[in-house]
Protein backbone atom coordinates (compact mmCIF):
# COMPACT_ATOMS: atom_id res chain seq x y z
CA UNK A 1 0.00 0.00 0.00
CA UNK A 2 3.16 2.52 1.26
CA UNK A 3 4.44 1.60 -2.93
CA UNK A 4 1.10 2.85 -4.36
CA UNK A 5 0.62 6.23 -2.30
CA UNK A 6 4.37 7.19 -3.19
CA UNK A 7 3.57 6.44 -6.71
CA UNK A 8 0.30 8.57 -6.66
CA UNK A 9 2.36 10.72 -4.73
CA UNK A 10 5.34 11.52 -7.09
CA UNK A 11 2.64 11.14 -10.69
CA UNK A 12 1.03 14.14 -8.58
CA UNK A 13 4.03 16.46 -7.66
CA UNK A 14 4.87 15.85 -11.99
CA UNK A 15 4.74 19.25 -13.68
CA UNK A 16 2.92 18.15 -16.63
CA UNK A 17 0.05 16.02 -14.40
CA UNK A 18 -0.27 19.28 -12.82
CA UNK A 19 -0.37 21.15 -15.72
CA UNK A 20 -3.15 18.34 -17.25
CA UNK A 21 -5.19 19.01 -14.13
CA UNK A 22 -5.36 22.64 -14.70
CA UNK A 23 -6.23 22.59 -18.35
CA UNK A 24 -8.98 20.08 -17.31
CA UNK A 25 -10.40 22.80 -14.78
CA UNK A 26 -10.15 25.28 -17.03
CA UNK A 27 -11.95 23.89 -19.47
CA UNK A 28 -14.85 22.54 -17.21
CA UNK A 29 -14.49 26.08 -15.58
CA UNK A 30 -13.86 25.06 -12.16
CA UNK A 31 -12.95 27.07 -9.56
CA UNK A 32 -11.25 25.91 -6.28
CA UNK A 33 -12.59 28.18 -3.16
CA UNK A 34 -10.25 26.86 0.10
CA UNK A 35 -11.07 28.03 3.64
CA UNK A 36 -8.01 28.69 6.15
CA UNK A 37 -6.68 25.56 7.73
CA UNK A 38 -8.10 24.12 10.98
CA UNK A 39 -10.92 26.67 10.68
CA UNK A 40 -13.96 24.52 10.21
CA UNK A 41 -16.46 26.72 10.86
CA UNK A 42 -14.99 29.10 7.73
CA UNK A 43 -16.94 25.73 5.93
CA UNK A 44 -20.32 26.36 6.82
CA UNK A 45 -23.58 23.50 5.97
CA UNK A 46 -21.13 21.55 4.11
CA UNK A 47 -18.96 21.49 7.43
CA UNK A 48 -21.57 20.50 9.63
CA UNK A 49 -22.85 17.70 6.90
CA UNK A 50 -19.33 16.65 7.59
CA UNK A 51 -19.76 16.66 11.24
CA UNK A 52 -22.57 14.53 11.13
CA UNK A 53 -21.28 11.56 8.82
CA UNK A 54 -17.87 11.55 11.30
CA UNK A 55 -20.38 11.26 14.27
CA UNK A 56 -22.67 8.51 12.56
CA UNK A 57 -19.65 6.82 11.34
CA UNK A 58 -17.64 6.97 14.88
CA UNK A 59 -20.86 5.46 16.47
CA UNK A 60 -21.05 2.63 14.00
CA UNK A 61 -17.60 1.64 13.52
CA UNK A 62 -16.18 1.75 17.20
CA UNK A 63 -13.46 -0.92 16.88
CA UNK A 64 -14.70 -2.69 14.35
CA UNK A 65 -12.79 -3.65 10.76
CA UNK A 66 -15.51 -4.05 7.62
CA UNK A 67 -15.23 -5.41 4.31
CA UNK A 68 -15.24 -3.57 1.88
CA UNK A 69 -18.92 -4.34 0.98
CA UNK A 70 -19.94 -3.71 4.24
CA UNK A 71 -18.28 -0.61 4.85
CA UNK A 72 -19.88 0.63 1.67
CA UNK A 73 -23.32 -0.17 2.65
CA UNK A 74 -22.47 2.32 5.85
CA UNK A 75 -21.82 4.59 3.91
CA UNK A 76 -24.83 4.61 1.67
CA UNK A 77 -27.31 4.28 4.85
CA UNK A 78 -24.89 7.37 6.41
CA UNK A 79 -26.03 9.37 2.74
CA UNK A 80 -29.30 8.45 3.57
CA UNK A 81 -29.61 10.00 6.69
CA UNK A 82 -27.85 13.15 5.96
CA UNK A 83 -30.37 13.89 2.82
CA UNK A 84 -33.31 12.74 4.85
CA UNK A 85 -32.92 15.72 7.21
CA UNK A 86 -35.99 18.04 6.98
CA UNK A 87 -35.04 21.55 5.49
CA UNK A 88 -38.38 23.10 5.39
CA UNK A 89 -42.01 21.94 5.70
CA UNK A 90 -43.70 21.67 2.27
CA UNK A 91 -47.41 23.06 2.95
CA UNK A 92 -49.17 24.89 5.78
CA UNK A 93 -51.36 22.60 6.40
CA UNK A 94 -50.66 21.21 10.15
CA UNK A 95 -52.06 17.72 8.97
CA UNK A 96 -49.36 17.77 6.23
CA UNK A 97 -46.16 16.05 7.86
CA UNK A 98 -44.21 16.11 4.27
CA UNK A 99 -40.62 17.64 4.56
CA UNK A 100 -38.93 19.24 1.83
CA UNK A 101 -35.03 17.25 1.70
CA UNK A 102 -31.67 17.43 0.16
CA UNK A 103 -33.14 13.79 -1.17
CA UNK A 104 -36.16 15.63 -2.68
CA UNK A 105 -33.54 17.66 -5.03
CA UNK A 106 -31.86 14.52 -5.73
CA UNK A 107 -34.03 11.87 -6.38
CA UNK A 108 -37.29 14.53 -7.15
CA UNK A 109 -39.04 12.24 -4.48
CA UNK A 110 -38.57 12.00 -0.41
CA UNK A 111 -36.22 9.28 0.22
CA UNK A 112 -38.34 6.76 2.16
CA UNK A 113 -37.15 3.59 4.30
CA UNK A 114 -38.61 1.24 6.13
CA UNK A 115 -37.27 2.08 10.11
CA UNK A 116 -34.55 -0.28 10.92
CA UNK A 117 -35.24 -2.81 14.12
CA UNK A 118 -34.54 -1.34 17.72
CA UNK A 119 -31.33 -3.29 18.75
CA UNK A 120 -30.05 -1.84 21.64
CA UNK A 121 -31.64 -4.06 24.35
CA UNK A 122 -29.68 -7.00 22.65
CA UNK A 123 -26.48 -7.70 23.89
CA UNK A 124 -23.24 -7.25 21.48
CA UNK A 125 -22.51 -10.72 21.58
CA UNK A 126 -25.68 -11.73 20.41
CA UNK A 127 -25.63 -10.04 17.20
CA UNK A 128 -24.77 -11.34 14.21
CA UNK A 129 -22.20 -9.42 11.60
CA UNK A 130 -25.37 -8.61 9.55
CA UNK A 131 -27.73 -7.20 12.74
CA UNK A 132 -24.78 -5.41 13.90
CA UNK A 133 -24.79 -3.15 10.83
CA UNK A 134 -28.33 -2.02 11.40
CA UNK A 135 -26.98 -1.30 15.15
CA UNK A 136 -27.38 2.35 14.77
Not at 11 to 34: A, M
Not at 87 to 107: C, K
Request: a neutral charge; proline letters at 7%.
Amino acid sequence: MNNKLCELYKLIQQPDHQNSVTLFCQSKEIQWKFIPPASPHHGGLWESNIKSAKGILNKVTRDMCFTAEELNTLFCQIEAIINSRPLQAVSMDTTDYTALTPGNFLIVRPLLALPEPELTEVPMNRLTRWNFKLFF
